[in-house]
């Protein structure tokens, strides 16, 4: 019979329809190999040579207001910009382009250039929490906006270009990939079943409990079942929510407590200021009620064995299927040691 602690599998994504390979036979304990810690970072709590401190000057040449708090303000070097033409080519099929009009911007979590997520106050972070809200209503109430995607790079190693704290949003006319991966995914498990894809999911787990890292009234986190990074996390709101608009302070108290959890125990997992992509997903705003939609979050972290070694999407990953070594229940229990007391 199977034994998916022992041989090699392959596991399903219900969101995406993709596939992962894990192959926990290539290691006999969830570690090997001596764990590095880094030196620790010591960042000042204010830089005069950074272009996202209060009163200094932008890359881009405008000068940033004496911030107190959180600050929000279009990219200066945007990827996308609003007065771009919709228009498609197509030659035979074959050379298709279209032009994708959008809107770029940057949020400061804090004026204080020494914080992460991690080590800033359930407070401090509601404050953060209220301000995706906002922009997720504003852009997302745009006629020319479909999908606004909020994320968080953080670190060097995950090509983040300034260590303040910071994360951005694109607003799109065209829903980008991941997106139309799991709306195809939710819209056909709630017409398969006529129930939510991810409200089902949860129960599964918390039943189960072996993939739950931390949890609170709210909000649950979890190393997915076809998680492909190493320590990968998905973070679910408890109560079937469409958006992040439309929690409550309740909710939106738990979710600011619960990211201060989750990035604290990634930071002691190799002793660093832990590295990730995160971002959250949830119904496009195209008019739609897309009740099929449940309000989630994605932490994809590199590192595989250390602060130093990281884990590649290379060869037979680039060309065939992701693949892992350590289970995702093995990663999961890693985590879940590291809980705050």
């Given at each position: 019979?199977?034994?998916?602690?022992?041989?090699?599998?392959?596991?399903?994504?219900?969101?995406?329809?993709?596939?992962?390979?894990?192959?926990?036979?290539?290691?006999?304990?969830?570690?090997?190999?001596?764990?590095?810690?880094?030196?620790?970072?010591?960042?000042?709590?204010?830089?005069?040579?950074?272009?996202?401190?209060?009163?200094?000057?932008?890359?881009?040449?405008?000068?940033?207001?004496?911030?107190?708090?959180?600050?929000?303000?279009?990219?200066?070097?945007?990827?996308?910009?609003?007065?771009?033409?919709?228009?498609?080519?197509?030659?035979?099929?074959?050379?298709?382009?279209?032009?994708?009009?959008?809107?770029?911007?940057?949020?400061?979590?804090?004026?204080?250039h020494d914080l992460t997520l991690s080590n800033m106050s359930a407070s401090e972070t509601r404050l953060v929490v209220d301000v995706w809200a906002e922009q997720y209503q504003e852009l997302g109430s745009r006629h020319s906006v479909n999908w606004v995607q909020i994320f968080e790079n953080r670190g060097a190693?995950?090509?983040?270009?300034?260590?303040?704290?910071?994360?951005?949003?694109?607003?799109?006319?065209?829903?980008?990939?991941?997106?139309?991966?799991?709306?195809?995914?939710?819209?056909?498990?709630?017409?398969?079943?006529?129930?939510?894809?991810?409200?089902?999911?949860?129960?599964?787990?918390?039943?189960?409990?072996?993939?739950?890292?931390?949890?609170?009234?709210?909000?649950?986190?979890?190393?997915?079942?076809?998680?492909?990074?190493?320590?990968?996390?998905?973070?679910?709101?408890?109560?079937?929510?469409?958006?992040?608009?439309?929690?409550?302070?309740?909710?939106?108290?738990?979710?600011?407590?619960?990211?201060?959890?989750?990035?604290?125990?990634?930071?002691?997992?190799?002793?660093?200021?832990?590295?990730?992509?995160?971002?959250?997903?949830?119904?496009?705003?195209?008019?739609?009620?897309?009740?099929?939609?449940?309000?989630?979050?994605?932490?994809?972290?590199?590192?595989?064995?250390?602060?130093?070694?990281?884990?590649?999407?290379?060869?037979?990953?680039?060309?065939?299927?992701?693949?892992?070594?350590?289970?995702?229940?093995?990663?999961?229990?890693?985590?879940?040691?590291?809980?705050?007391?």
């Open positions: 019979m199977l034994n998916l602690k022992e041989h090699p599998h392959r596991r399903f994504n219900p969101l995406t329809g993709e596939w992962v390979l894990v192959s926990p036979h290539r290691t006999s304990r969830p570690w090997q190999g001596q764990v590095e810690e880094s030196t620790p970072e010591h960042k000042p709590r204010y830089d005069p040579t950074c272009y996202l401190c209060p009163g200094n000057e932008r890359a881009g040449g405008k000068r940033n207001p004496a911030y107190a708090s959180t600050f929000v303000f279009d990219n200066d070097f945007a990827a996308l910009l609003p007065d771009t033409p919709s228009e498609t080519m197509n030659r035979d099929d074959l050379l298709i382009a279209s032009g994708e009009p959008g809107i770029c911007r940057v949020i400061c979590f804090s004026p204080r190693m995950m090509g983040a270009s300034n260590p303040h704290p910071h994360c951005q949003v694109w607003a799109t006319l065209d829903l980008p990939n991941e997106a139309v991966k799991e709306q195809r995914g939710v819209a056909s498990y709630l017409n398969k079943h006529e129930r939510c894809l991810l409200c089902e999911y949860l129960k599964i787990e918390e039943a189960s409990g072996t993939r739950v890292v931390v949890k609170n009234d709210h909000f649950v986190a979890v190393v997915p079942f076809w998680a492909i990074w190493p320590f990968e996390t998905l973070l679910l709101a408890r109560e079937h929510t469409s958006d992040i608009a439309e929690l409550s302070n309740e909710q939106r108290n738990g979710l600011a407590e619960i990211l201060v959890q989750l990035t604290s125990m990634y930071d002691k997992l190799f002793g660093t200021s832990f590295p990730y992509s995160m971002g959250f997903h949830q119904r496009p705003t195209d008019g739609n009620a897309h009740r099929e939609w449940h309000f989630h979050g994605h932490f994809y972290p590199p590192l595989l064995r250390s602060a130093t070694i990281r884990k590649f999407m290379v060869g037979y990953e680039l060309l065939a299927t992701p693949q892992r070594d350590i289970t995702p229940e093995a990663a999961a229990e890693r985590l879940r040691a590291l809980a705050p007391a």
